[in-house]
Nanobody, 116 residues
Framework: QVQLVESGGGLVQAGGSLRLSCAVSGTIFSINAMGWYRQAPGKQRELVARITSGGITNYADSAKGRFTISRDNGNLAYLQMNSLKPEDTAVYYC???????????WGQGTQVTVSS
């Protein structure tokens, strides 16, 4: 059974930084993609950043230049968030897409709150 566990959220002042981590347990196909999504109150969940097992990344326009996604050993992913803004406040979810099973896996989410 695949499980994703996020950590690293919290309260930070505008302009500050946070680093989110996502640990994957269970058996996954070696070719996959991991991503970070976020959902603010009253809004739809949106992609923040994504990285494939081959290291290809893509970012939402709102994240470009401020956020960096990375992964380590295939089962750990990180989101370094710098120059945080109040509009970055949301629950951040880790996602893994297994290209063999074509299944999406989600973490439970971690709250990020940026005060002005």
């Amino acid at each position: 059974q695949v499980q994703l566990v996020e950590s690293g959220g919290g309260l930070v002042q505008a302009g500050g930084s946070l680093r989110l981590s996502c640990a994957v347990s269970g058996t996954i196909f070696s070719i996959n993609a991991m991503g970070w999504y976020r959902q603010a109150p009253g809004k739809q969940r949106e992609l923040v950043a994504r990285i494939t097992s081959g290291g290809i990344t893509n970012y939402a326009d709102s994240a470009k230049g401020r956020f960096t996604i990375s992964r380590d050993n295939g089962n750990l992913a990180y989101l370094q968030m710098n120059s945080l803004k109040p509009e970055d406040t949301a629950v951040y979810y880790c996602n893994l897409y297994d290209t063999y099973s074509r299944h999406d896996y989600w973490g439970q989410g971690t709250q990020v709150t940026v005060s002005s």
